[in-house]
């Protein structure tokens, strides 16, 4: 009779990771920095990621709210605190609507932003050339 494998044996390497979820080792990375304590990742031998089944959910679900959901990594975080392992019935679909409009509302803002940076430039501009007119 063979031996029952060990909690071990479920780990998974961030290269199989990589192939499971087609996430990019390099953005795993970055979550695992960004969620560390969300994530749990274990450390194998020379400080391996290591991944369990639901490490590996929970990287899902950060990279589900990131992406589908356009939340900025604080914003996520927000939400990941708030139950623990991931969105609860309650608190989920408010916050991340209210999150959302958020979102929304600091894209209206960088775009009125950048519409003044470019008024800006064109006086930067005209000025530079009367100056040039006059001293030319």
Same mark, same amino acid.
């Not at 950060?62 to 990131?66: E, G, H, S, T």
């Not at 708030?82 to 609860?88: D, E, Q, Y």
């Given at each position: 009779m063979s031996p029952e494998p060990g909690p071990e044996a479920q780990l998974m390497s961030i290269k199989q990771v990589v192939e499971a979820t087609g996430i990019p080792a390099a953005t795993i990375r970055y979550y695992d920095q960004q969620f560390e304590e969300f994530l749990r990742v274990q450390r194998g031998a020379g400080r391996r990621r290591m991944f369990s089944p639901g490490a590996v959910e929970r990287l899902l679900e &950060?990279?589900?709210?990131?992406k589908e959901e356009s939340l900025s990594v604080r914003q996520a975080r927000r939400v !990941?605190?708030?139950?623990?392992?991931?969105?609860?019935a309650s608190a989920g679909a408010g916050e991340v609507a209210a999150l959302k409009?958020?979102?929304?509302?600091?894209?209206?803002? &960088?775009?009125a932003l950048e519409e003044q940076v470019t008024r800006l430039r064109d006086i930067q501009s005209r000025? !530079?050339?009367l100056v040039d007119g006059m001293t030319g």
């Open positions: &950060v990279r589900r709210l990131l !990941l605190s708030g139950g623990g392992a991931g969105l609860t409009a958020e979102v929304e509302d600091l894209k209206r803002q &960088v775009a000025t !530079l050339a």
